[in-house]
T-cell receptor, first 112, second 114 residues
Framework: GENVEQHPSTLSVQEGDSAVIKCTYS??????FPWYKQELGKGPQLIID?????GEKKDQRIAVTLNKTAKHFSLHITETQPEDSAVYFC???????????FGTGTRLQVFP | KAGVTQTPRYLIKTRGQQVTLSCSPI?????VSWYQQTPGQGLQFLFE???????NKGNFPGRFSGRQFSNSRSEMNVSTLELGDSALYLC?????????????FGPGTRLTVT
């Protein structure tokens, strides 16, 4: 069935370093891949997304890449800051279902 | 523009009781989805409503149900509560237009079943 694997489950970096989170999806019909950041006590917040017809997208310090052939997509955060500390979730979806399949989450800790 | 709102934010219920959670999507959004978040199972899709019709359903028992009203507000109901139903219940509303698609989440309702 539909599945999204996410790695690593925890990631600790020094402030200013880069962080990379990787996801693999199983449903080849998936065509939209959002990334969410969830802080304690809050709902997931959409931070960036990518569509299947695009290979890479960047927004300031965050970027996402997509390899449709390998069914891989990744989140890259550069120049990390303590406020980047949170749990990050990748997800995959087919446009016509509105049913997000989430990865298991990555807890990112950025140490000052 | 106001975000997705969910009420109540916190709820404590006893096994066997039933509960109703409410969600108001972002103004203009007609699709509402519900998710259950637990430490063990992560984020799992419950169901999705569009124009008062359930379009998609996840793998949850029939005790979990929902509905959507003509103003796009949605409710979900869980009957005969079990301890395992303790979770954060998240509502999301979807913005769709042309090639644009984004799903926004509310803050969630934390349900504790004792």
């Amino acid at each position: 069935g539909e599945n999204v694997e996410q790695h690593p489950s925890t990631l600790s970096v020094q402030e200013g370093d880069s962080a990379v989170i990787k996801c693999t999806y199983s449903d080849s019909a998936s065509n939209y891949f959002p990334w969410y950041k969830q802080e304690l006590g809050k709902g997931p917040q959409l931070i960036i997304d990518i569509r299947s017809n695009v290979g890479e997208k960047k927004d300031q310090r965050i970027a996402v890449t997509l390899n449709k052939t390998a069914k891989h997509f990744s989140l890259h955060i550069t120049e990390t800051q303590p406020e980047d500390s949170a749990v990050y979730f990748c997800a995959a979806i087919r446009y016509n279902t509105d049913k997000l399949i989430f990865g298991t989450g990555t807890r990112l800790q950025v140490f000052p | 523009k106001a975000g997705v709102t969910q009420t109540p934010r916190y709820l404590i219920k006893t096994r066997g009781q039933q509960v109703t959670l409410s969600c108001s999507p972002i103004s203009g959004h007609r699709s509402v989805s519900w998710y259950q978040q637990t430490p063990g199972q992560g984020l799992q899709f419950l169901f999705e409503y569009f124009s008062e019709t359930q379009r998609n359903k996840g793998n949850f028992p029939g005790r979990f149900s929902g509905r959507q009203f003509s103003n796009s507000r949605s409710e979900m109901n869980v009957s005969t509560l079990e301890l395992g139903d303790s979770a954060l219940y998240l509502c999301a509303s979807t913005s769709r237009g042309g090639s644009s698609y984004e799903q926004y989440f509310g803050p969630g309702t934390r349900l504790t079943v004792t």
